[in-house]
């Protein structure tokens, strides 16, 4: 399974977002030493999802990568993430 489908898949089990983006950035660091062959190694996500109400940003950042806890173990060198609640990304 692609790293970006298994992204999804856990987020969308884990937090049971409004709106979830997963963005494979890999192609903006190809040549670098931390990106592989092949990519899926670098992602921005978007995430919109209830589960972050009440939570600081730090606190919503730990919550997705406790998530994806194997990827950042393995393929995914880095990620880059935006976690709104609901009423957050209504008022942007």
Do not use: C, W, Y
């Not at 977002?17 to 660091?29: A, F, G, K, T, Y």
């Not at 040549?31 to 940003?57: D, K, N, Q, T």
């Amino acid at each position: 399974m692609p790293v970006s489908d298994s992204i999804h898949e856990k987020l969308t089990k884990g937090l049971a977002p409004q709106r979830l983006e997963v963005i494979d950035e890999s192609h903006l660091h190809a040549g670098h030493a931390s990106a592989p062959e092949g990519g899926e190694s670098h992602f921005r996500l978007l995430i919109v999802s209830a589960a972050f109400e009440g939570l600081s940003r730090v606190a919503r950042q730990r919550l997705v990568n406790g998530l994806l806890s194997e990827e950042l173990s393995g393929p995914v060198h880095a990620l880059a993430m935006k976690t709104l609640t609901p009423d957050e990304a209504a008022a942007a």
